[in-house]
């Protein structure tokens, strides 16, 4: 292998440039040449390839967000659409792909892959959905972001005996909000998982209200059929009834945009890095992911179009801690 390429795609997640970074770095170790993509599938399928050297990625490590840029690139889940990245690539006389991403981005690799292109997948993605690897880039900052936001909006909700909706991301995956919502103490946590009726979330609020909490805090992942939008509808008629105001708020994008923390730098930096050893050793059609502590590769037979499931053993746990 002398040449290859790097990009991410799909949702940006915190790490995404360290990540790159390390991917250059370890390449050009071997004396390759590393091209990055620029806006993802997108880029490869127009040729915005620029080859990187070793400053091109400096004093990106701290940096939230991705370098390449991302995009949602639908061309490129047609044959024709790959067909196009794969002239590019020939004709840069590029050897092998990484690709940094979520679900959608390493579906859209193996399907490069089965069209006889190196490809490996670097797992990537704030939602946690991904098999392949227990954590992936830019949860453990996302989660972080998402516990901040709890811990001020306890502090307001308190002095005014208020009870907050806070809805996080997750898309279908419910791990940010059950995760922030331990890790917050909230009183409720809603995923998609498990999902539960506005009635009976009315009646934990009730419930804290009678043990004589000062607030209460929902967590709601994005993707439960009622979200926060919805239950602030049902909830605005009935606040008489629960004791508690109620207010709503989405954090949305907000949860992306972190400077990433020492646990996604560090595990950017090793996925990145075994990536570019996959390649080396001629590995391909993987993702290279987080198990047990340890750095591994996983077939993308055994990744794409499954979701990993939610230890649900925690909602039990969540509950148990109520006081
Ligand atoms: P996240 O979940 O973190 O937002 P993601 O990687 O799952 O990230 P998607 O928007 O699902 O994000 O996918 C990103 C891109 O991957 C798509 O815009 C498309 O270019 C490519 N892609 C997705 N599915 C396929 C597919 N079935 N075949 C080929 N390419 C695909």
New binding site residues.
């Given amino acids: 292998m002398k040449s290859i390429a790097v990009l991410t795609?799909?949702?940006d997640?915190p790490g995404m440039n360290a990540a790159i970074r390390a991917v250059t770095r370890t390449a050009l170790t071997r004396g390759w040449d590393v091209y990055g993509v620029q806006h993802?599938?997108?880029g490869l399928m127009s040729g915005d390839l620029k080859k990187m050297g070793p400053r091109d990625v400096g004093g990106i490590i701290q940096q939230g967000g991705t370098v390449l840029g991302s995009?949602?690139?639908?061309?490129?889940?047609s044959e024709e659409g790959?067909k196009k990245a794969l002239r590019h690539l020939n004709q840069l006389g590029i050897e092998g792909l990484v690709v940094i991403?979520?679900?959608?981005?390493?579906?859209?690799g193996?399907?490069l892959f089965k069209m006889g292109f190196p490809v490996v997948g670097v797992a990537?993605?704030?939602?946690n959905?991904l098999v392949g690897s227990e954590i992936t880039i830019?949860v453990d900052t996302a989660l972080n972001i998402a516990l901040e936001a709890i811990d001020r909006l306890k502090v307001t909700a308190s002095s005014h005996n208020r009870a907050f909706l806070v809805e996080v991301m997750g898309?279908d995956c419910g791990y940010l909000a059950l995760m922030s919502g331990i890790a917050g103490g909230a009183e409720a946590i809603l995923i998609p998982e498990m999902e539960k009726t506005p009635a009976e979330v009315a009646e934990i609020l009730k419930s804290a209200y009678a043990k004589g909490k000062a607030h209460a805090i929902i967590v709601v992942a994005e993707g439960c059929t009622n979200n926060a939008d919805e239950l602030i509808k049902y909830f605005k008629e009935r606040e008489a009834e629960l004791g508690f105001e109620i207010r709503a708020i989405q954090l949305g994008h907000v949860q992306r945009g972190g400077t990433p923390g020492a646990f996604d730098r560090l595990l950017a930096t090793r996925l990145g890095a075994a990536a570019v050893k996959s390649l080396d050793r001629g590995e391909y059609g993987v993702i290279v992911g987080l198990n047990k502590g340890q750095i591994t590769t996983t077939p993308y037979t055994e990744v794409t179009g499954k979701h990993k499931s939610l230890d649900l053993g925690l909602m039990d746990l969540a509950k148990e801690l109520d006081g």
């Fill in positions: 795609s799909g949702g997640a993802g599938f997108a995009a949602r690139a639908p061309e490129f889940k790959r991403g979520g679900n959608g981005s390493q579906t859209g193996e399907a990537s993605t704030i939602d959905d830019g898309r």
